[in-house]
C-alpha cells in the first residue's frame, strides 16, 4: 500500500496472512477428510513431518510453499497463488476500444461535429447504443461510427449495425424531418488481425461497405459530406489518425 507506515504495514501484513493461512488450512483438512485420510497418512503421501502438516491445517506459524506444493501434489490438487483483483496502474480492460473511440471524437470535434460517446440509439433504452454519434445540427447530419479494436462475428457486427442505423435514421428523422442525413462508417484499428481479415474477404466488405473510404474519411476529418451508403477507414495501431480503406 503506497504510503503507508511500516509498523502498520506489518500488522496489516500479519492479519491477512493469518487470514490466508486459516482458510488455507480449512481447504486442506476437508479435502483429506473426503479421502477418509488421517493427518499423518496425508503428512507421509506429502513427505512432510506429522507437525508441520498439523500446523498448516491449523493455520498457525509460517507456512512454506514448497510445503503446500507437496500438499497439493499428494491430494492431486492445483496449488494457485496469485495476486488478486485488478492493478490499478493496468490500462481499462477496453483500453484499445476506448482510444478509438477517443480518436474518432477528437476528429469530429476538429472537423465540426458534436460528438457523443455511446450514443443512445433509442432514449428510452439507454443500454442500446453506438460507439461514436458525430452530430452536425445545422446540416441536420448525424453519422453513426463503429470502433473495432478486433472483428469477431462478422455478420453479428453487421446485423447489430443494420439495426442500429435503422433507429438512428428514425431518431434523426423525429428531429429534422425528412432532410435528416444519416450514414454508417465503420473505424477498425489496422491490426495484422483485421488487415487479413479484411483481405480474405474482399466481396463481403465490398458488399457490406461500397461507400467510398476516401469520402468517409473527407467526412469524418473535414465534415465534407459523407457518401450515401455505409463505408470503412482504418485506424492505425496507435489509434493516432485514420486513413482510407484500398480495396485490393
Not at 497439493?72 to 496502474?89: E, H, K, Q, Y
Request: charged share 25%; net charge positive.
Amino acid at each position: 500500500m503506497p504510503g503507508i507506515r511500516r509498523p502498520a504495514l506489518a500488522v496489516e501484513a500479519q492479519r491477512r496472512s493469518r487470514e490466508q493461512q486459516a482458510r488455507i488450512g480449512s481447504e486442506i483438512q476437508a479435502i483429506r477428510e473426503r479421502r477418509g485420510w488421517t493427518r499423518i497418512e496425508l503428512a507421509a503421501r506429502a513427505g512432510l513431518g506429522r507437525m508441520v502438516e498439523s500446523r498448516i491445517e491449523r493455520g498457525v506459524g509460517a507456512t512454506d510453499l514448497d510445503a503446500l506444493q507437496r500438499i497439493a501434489i499428494a491430494l492431486d490438487r492445483p496449488l494457485i497463488v496469485s495476486f488478486g483483483g485488478r492493478d490499478p496502474s493496468e490500462p481499462t480492460t477496453d483500453a484499445g476500444h476506448l482510444a478509438i473511440q477517443e480518436l474518432v471524437l477528437r476528429v469530429g470535434r476538429a472537423a465540426g461535429y458534436a460528438g457523443s460517446f455511446e450514443l443512445p440509439t433509442r432514449p428510452a433504452e439507454p443500454w442500446r447504443s453506438v460507439d461514436v454519434g458525430l452530430e452536425n445540427v445545422a446540416r441536420r447530419r448525424l453519422i453513426l461510427n463503429e470502433c473495432w479494436n478486433t472483428i469477431g462475428d462478422v455478420g453479428a457486427a453487421a446485423r447489430s449495425s443494420s439495426r442500429k442505423l435503422a433507429e438512428l435514421q428514425d431518431l434523426a428523422t423525429a428531429r429534422w424531418g425528412t432532410l435528416a442525413e444519416v450514414g454508417l462508417v465503420w473505424v477498425v484499428r489496422a491490426t495484422a488481425r483485421n488487415r487479413a481479415l479484411v483481405a480474405r474477404y474482399p466481396e463481403v466488405f465490398a458488399s457490406r461497405f461500397p461507400g467510398s473510404s476516401r469520402r468517409w474519411l473527407d467526412a469524418l476529418t473535414t465534415g465534407a459530406a459523407p457518401p450515401g451508403q455505409p463505408g470503412l477507414v482504418w485506424c492505425d495501431v496507435g489509434a493516432t489518425r485514420l486513413y482510407e480503406w484500398r480495396r485490393g
